[in-house]
């Protein structure tokens, strides 16, 4: 499903991204670890086609189409999602507003005709329910007044209404206590399938006790050094990072 | 035929040779004071601190047919059709209403007639400083005719009044329209006033509207200006307000007039008011378009809040400049300004002065103004939901004026303000 060769990246003047290889199949759940300022959120921010990155090799190809050559707004129809790590607050577009806006320009990029009023209103609920996401979205601006645990449940609810092929979560779960993380965990769950595939970004292996990952890499200096399963983010846990960045700052010498 | 007088001339001789008999003396003596203001004075000059930044002489260059009179512009109002917006119809064809118009406990009348009553000298005219105004005198010592809507006491007025403004630009014009609102005590009246322009040719509207609220009134003035890039509009729009008694001032300029000037003078003559000015300016290609507001606290315990909204795109420019006063004896006085502009291309322009003087000790008042662009964070996380940038760019402009169209009370005009906004922005990313 999505094929990242050779990825190399920069911000202004500052190489972020060294050369990150990753290959992600339907059906599969990959995190990423890594300490900070590693490049983990540099990675979502190329693939989801943030404006101020700057991809200086490699490719990217996402179900065989080069994705680096799509628009921000054209990799979402393609089926890509981010979750992100700060969700905003937009005063004055309404949540429905802006999710049948979403809806429908996906639609209709797919030749779809728009939801009607009825169907969409139950998605709405039916989706609502399954993420266990209880706020009150008619009548309330984009993310305005909702807490920390509630932006992000509404970032995990945008990806129940939107149905991607792939989903990249930005650090989902930090800023989360014990009860939100569980109920965004079984949002997450829910949604897996045959079909799609998710990119777990995460600093701790806890949220990868509730949404357990098929594979786990460990992201420094802008480059995967290690590759393993689920046991890799135990081992991360016990003994920190410090044992991945020995060998890599050596090499790199 | 080609003229070589000024415009300045040609109205000077105009009001010479003009038939004033029909007038009463009050209004000969109000007119003749106004008419030494403008000869004495002439049109505004960027020299002016209060025309800085808009030079109007470039606008009064045209060879202008002065008063044009009432043109038959039958059925063309249909133009400004608000949909859904259930309210009481007037028509008024180049500034002049041919006939009353009678709606239960209020009086619509052509402005010539009422005025033979004497009981309207204390309200016509008598608040306006035509002495500082040039078009506000210009047009008190020549307009022809216009409206009077007058509010009986404890009249609840149960739908609002759409004053749709008919103008017939065939030929180069020059229109002096003329309203005068009264609110009676206790009486409540929404007022809508839209305009739709026939022909192509300059079209100058010098428009003078005077709104007395009295004691324990309401008035609530919306005034759509969306008209055709002929259109040159001065407004100068001087209200009232007796104690007790809320005004609610929208001012929407939408495109495509290639020039407006508001004038907005709010003098606040007894305690506890209540006044909330809200303005919108969408402005694009040449558009230049001014808002000057004033609003002066006379009396104590009175409450005025004011917010201006601007999107200007491509060459467009503002001017956004507001002055409170809080008088010496204008005590727990509670004054809010606020304006705020997004620049949407990088040749459009804004000035923003917001002004407070205060000579009283006790009161609670701010006025701020910020320029900026749209979000990017907001933008990129719209896109990144599949939305399309120019779809996005429209939600968050959307999104911005919602502080001043949430404001709007009648549903239909609301709606109707919206998607004239969706539309032009929809237009200037295509």
Not at chain 2, 38 to 67: H, I
Request: hydrophobic residues 40%; aromatic residues 8%.
């Amino acid at each position: 499903m999505l094929s990242i060769k050779n990825l190399q990246a920069k911000v202004e003047d500052k190489q972020i991204l060294k050369g990150i290889n990753l290959q992600v199949n339907a059906g599969e759940v990959h995190a990423i670890m890594g300490p900070n300022g590693s490049g983990k959120s540099s990675l979502a921010s190329v693939l989801t086609g943030r404006e101020n990155f700057e991809v200086t090799g490699g490719e990217v190809l996402f179900d065989g189409k080069d994705l680096l050559e799509f628009s921000p707004e054209d990799r979402a129809r393609e089926g890509l999602f981010l979750a992100f790590q700060y969700p905003i607050e937009i005063p004055g577009v309404s949540n429905i507003n802006f999710l049948r806006t979403a809806l429908n320009e996906i639609r209709a990029y797919h030749n779809e005709p728009p939801l009607e009023a009825k169907e969409f209103l139950r998605l709405t609920r039916e989706k609502q329910k399954l993420v266990e996401f209880d706020a009150k979205l008619t009548n309330r601006s984009l993310n305005e007044g909702f807490s920390g645990g509630e932006k992000k449940r509404n970032e995990i609810f945008q990806l129940a209404m939107l149905n991607p092929k792939l989903s990249i979560l930005d650090e989902t779960d930090s800023g989360l206590d014990i009860d939100a993380l569980r109920i965004v965990s079984n949002g997450v769950n829910k949604l897996r399938s045959e079909k799609n595939a998710f990119i777990v970004i995460t600093h701790y292996q806890r949220l990868l006790e509730y949404i357990v990952p098929d594979f786990v890499h460990v992201l420094y200096d802008g480059r995967i050094v290690k590759s393993g399963t689920k046991e890799l983010a135990l081992e991360l846990e016990e003994k920190g990072y410090d044992w991945i960045k020995e060998p890599v700052t050596t090499a790199s010498v | 035929m080609i003229t070589t007088t000024s415009l300045y001339d040609q109205f000077i001789t105009l009001y010479r040779e003009k038939e004033t008999t029909q007038d009463n003396d009050w209004l000969k003596d109000l007119r003749e004071t106004a008419f030494e203001a403008f000869s004495g004075k002439g049109f505004p000059t960027t020299k002016l601190e209060d025309w800085r930044f808009t030079n109007v002489s470039p606008f009064l260059k045209e060879d202008f047919r002065l008063q044009p009179g009432a043109a038959s512009l039958h059925g063309l109002h249909n133009a400004a059709h608000i949909p859904l917006l259930d309210a009481y119809e007037v028509v008024l064809k180049n500034g002049m209403l041919n006939e009353d118009v009678r709606i239960p406990g209020v009086k619509i009348s052509p402005l010539r007639t009422a005025l033979k009553n004497e009981n309207l000298q204390s309200y016509f005219g008598r608040y306006i400083n035509t002495e500082k105004h040039s078009f506000a005198a210009l047009n008190t010592a020549l307009f022809e005719n216009g409206i009077v809507i007058e509010a009986d006491k404890n009249i609840i007025c149960d739908k609002p009044v759409h004053i749709t403004h008919v103008y017939n630009a065939e030929e180069a014009v020059f229109i002096q329209p003329r309203i005068l609102i009264i609110a009676h005590k206790s009486s409540k009246i929404q007022i809508v006033e839209s305009v739709v322009v026939i022909g192509d040719k300059p079209l100058f509207i010098n428009n003078v509207t005077e709104c007395y609220v009295a004691e324990n009134a309401q008035v609530d003035q919306y005034n759509l200006q969306i008209a055709p890039s002929n259109t040159h509009l001065v407004n100068f729009n001087q209200t009232v307000q007796q104690s007790n008694s809320l005004f609610n001032n929208y001012t929407y300029s939408l495109p495509d007039a290639v020039f407006v000037r508001n004038n907005l003078h709010l003098d606040l003559n007894g305690t506890n008011t209540e006044s909330h000015l809200y303005g919108l300016y969408l402005a694009g290609g040449n558009q230049l378009t001014d808002n000057h507001t004033v609003v002066n606290h006379l009396f104590p315990n009175c409450l005025s809040n004011e917010l201006y909204k601007g999107v200007l795109l491509d060459n467009a420019r503002a001017v956004f400049s507001g002055r409170i006063y809080v008088h010496q004896d204008a005590q727990k006085t509670n004054a809010f300004q606020q304006n705020n502009n997004i620049l949407l291309s990088n040749k459009a322009v804004v000035d923003s002065k917001p002004q407070l003087e205060i000579f009283a000790d006790d009161v609670k008042c701010s006025h701020g103004s910020t320029v900026g662009s749209l979000n990017k964070e907001a933008l990129f996380y719209l896109q990144s939901r599949g939305i399309g940038e120019t779809a996005a760019r429209n939600l968050l402009v959307r999104a911005f004026a919602f502080d001043v169209t949430n404001k709007i009370q009648i549903p239909a005009v609301r709606e109707y303000v919206e998607k004239l906004i969706t539309r032009k922005m929809a237009e200037a990313y295509d």
